[in-house]
């Protein structure tokens, strides 16, 4: 069975920085698409960016273009979130997630995610 693992999250000041890691790890994991989430509180879980598994695809939300990068690690097994340039709208649960859809940018499809990882951006 694939476990998705996420760390990373922390503590930040407005205008920092922090970098989110996913691990995939049981059997031999295959996925399309790879991407991250966030969910805050009151809020609905959003897109916050995507990559195909050959890296030749990727797509972000209009909020975070130009300070996110995904990017693929570890011949896939391991994607990355950096992030820049955080603001206070950037806090909340980030969670990777994995589908077999390519171009995917939905959480319905998405099949396996990891815990989340708490990111908080003080002001």
């Known amino acids: 069975q694939v476990q998705l693992v996420e760390s990373g999250g922390g503590l930040v000041q407005a205008g920092g920085s922090l ?3 996913c691990t995939a790890s049981g059997r031999t994991f295959s996925r399309n ?5 966030r969910q805050a509180p009151g ?4 897109f916050v960016a995507g990559i195909r598994w050959s890296g030749s695809w990727t797509d972000y939300a209009e909020s975070v273009k130009g300070r996110f990068t995904i990017s ?3 011949d896939r097994n391991m994607w990355v979130l950096q992030m820049n340039s955080l603001k206070s709208d950037d ?3 980030y969670y990777c997630a994995a589908s077999n859809e390519h171009f995917a940018t939905s959480g319905r499809e ?3 995610w990891g815990q989340g990882t708490q990111v908080t951006v003080s002001s």
Do not use: D, P
Request: hydrophobic share 40%; proline share 0%.
């Open 33 to 37: 698409t790879m991407g991250w989430f």
């Open 72 to 74: 693929l690690e570890n």
């Open 91 to 93: 806090s909340g649960i």
């Open 19 to 21: 970098r989110l890691s």
């Open 43 to 46: 809020k609905e879980r959003e």
């Open 110 to 112: 998405f099949n396996l």
